[in-house]
């Protein structure tokens, strides 16, 4: 069975249209989603497209509801970046689907999907860089149900004496708020920016989860990697503030300098402002 491959965006600038062509263009017959509030245009031949308004269940109303902002950055940034999980899993609900590969709208993808995730099908799941979604591989859809509980648990009050429980591992609701809330605490106290984030309850939850079912996308694996940021060095060559590419067939390479070796990327992160617009120079659809 073939992964279903999801976006969410809000708004419509045209750096997700970008992605989700190139997307497309890597991979003519996968099943591309895409949600948010604005169906662009000109991918609406190629994306099955929904209102992320219809798509808020339950338990993604009542963390609407409990929602506190823990970070520096904007409340409704943050909001909605945690919310798309939820979003995401009513998705998979009512069109029964078993496995994703999420995409964040600023990714460019540059090889055939299948393929490459066959490398992760002994994880449950392969997060990027220990704790993003960014660029995520779902084998098992149950996943997105252990981490709405998760998050949906640490907001709402009425829970904070329950249990979390995953298979035989758990966690009081009031120890994990302790733990998480520690973080915001501590980067408050020493002036750092951020906070806790989607990527905090990803990161939290693979503690929990068996880590022998938890995978690194952004690894290299058979000489090929999903990049986590273009902005990051991550032992790759550098130039100008970003990784160092060079192209063959359309596929971009990067020498990594502590394997010695040219690593072929399935995608590249253009994440930040100043990277967003290298997006177009990086097409390889006509």
Not at 45 to 52: E, G, R
Not at 65 to 75: G, I, Q, R, T
Not at 158 to 168: A, G, I, K, Y
């Given at each position: 069975?073939?992964h279903?491959i999801?976006?969410?965006?809000?708004?419509n600038?045209?750096?997700?249209v970008?992605?989700i062509k190139q997307?497309?263009h890597?991979?003519?017959?996968s099943d591309?989603?895409?949600i948010?509030?604005i169906?662009?245009e000109?991918?609406?031949?190629i994306v099955k497209?929904y209102?992320?308004?219809?798509?808020i269940c339950?338990s993604g109303?009542n963390?609407?509801k409990?929602?506190?902002?823990?970070?520096?950055?904007?409340a409704?940034?943050?909001?909605i970046c945690?919310?798309?999980?939820?979003?995401?899993?009513?998705?998979?609900?009512k069109?029964n689907?078993?496995k994703i590969?999420?995409?964040?709208?600023?990714?460019?993808?540059?090889c055939?999907?299948?393929?490459?995730?066959s490398k992760f099908?002994?994880?449950?799941y392969?997060?990027?860089?220990?704790?993003?979604a960014a660029?995520?591989?779902?084998?098992d859809?149950t996943v997105l149900e252990?981490?709405?509980?998760y998050v949906d648990?640490?907001y709402?009050?009425?829970?904070?004496?329950?249990t979390?429980?995953?298979?035989?591992h758990t966690r009081?609701?009031?120890?994990i708020r302790?733990?998480i809330?520690s973080?915001y605490?501590?980067?408050?106290k020493f002036?750092?920016?951020?906070g806790?984030c989607?990527?905090?309850?990803w990161g939290?939850l693979?503690?929990?989860?068996?880590?022998?079912?938890?995978?690194?996308?952004?690894?290299v694996r058979?000489?090929?990697?999903?990049d986590?940021?273009?902005?990051a060095?991550d032992?790759f060559?550098?130039?100008?503030?970003k990784k160092?590419i060079?192209w063959?067939n359309?596929?971009?390479?990067?020498?990594?300098?502590y394997?010695?070796d040219?690593?072929r990327f399935n995608s590249?992160h253009?994440?930040?402002y100043?990277?967003?617009?290298?997006?177009?120079k990086?097409?390889s659809?006509?």
């Amino acid at each position: 069975m073939k992964h279903k491959i999801m976006y969410f965006h809000i708004g419509n600038p045209e750096f997700v249209v970008q992605s989700i062509k190139q997307t497309h263009h890597w991979n003519p017959d996968s099943d591309i989603y895409l949600i948010g509030d604005i169906p662009p245009e000109e991918t609406k031949d190629i994306v099955k497209f929904y209102d992320y308004q219809d798509l808020i269940c339950q338990s993604g109303s009542n963390f609407m509801k409990n929602f506190v902002n823990l970070s520096s950055n904007n409340a409704d940034f943050e909001k909605i970046c945690i919310f798309r999980w939820f979003a995401i899993k009513e998705l998979c609900r009512k069109e029964n689907i078993e496995k994703i590969f999420y995409m964040d709208s600023d990714i460019m993808l540059y090889c055939k999907l299948e393929e490459e995730l066959s490398k992760f099908q002994n994880t449950r799941y392969a997060l990027s860089n220990g704790s993003s979604a960014a660029v995520f591989c779902v084998n098992d859809i149950t996943v997105l149900e252990d981490y709405c509980r998760y998050v949906d648990g640490f907001y709402d009050d009425s829970q904070v004496d329950n249990t979390f429980t995953l298979r035989e591992h758990t966690r009081l609701f009031a120890h994990i708020r302790e733990d998480i809330t520690s973080f915001y605490t501590n980067r408050t106290k020493f002036k750092l920016p951020g906070g806790v984030c989607d990527m905090t309850f990803w990161g939290e939850l693979k503690k929990i989860d068996d880590p022998l079912m938890v995978g690194e996308i952004s690894g290299v694996r058979e000489r090929t990697t999903f990049d986590h940021n273009i902005n990051a060095p991550d032992f790759f060559e550098f130039e100008n503030g970003k990784k160092k590419i060079s192209w063959e067939n359309g596929q971009p390479y990067v020498y990594n300098t502590y394997l010695k070796d040219k690593i072929r990327f399935n995608s590249l992160h253009f994440q930040g402002y100043d990277s967003k617009v290298l997006m177009k120079k990086h097409c390889s659809y006509e």
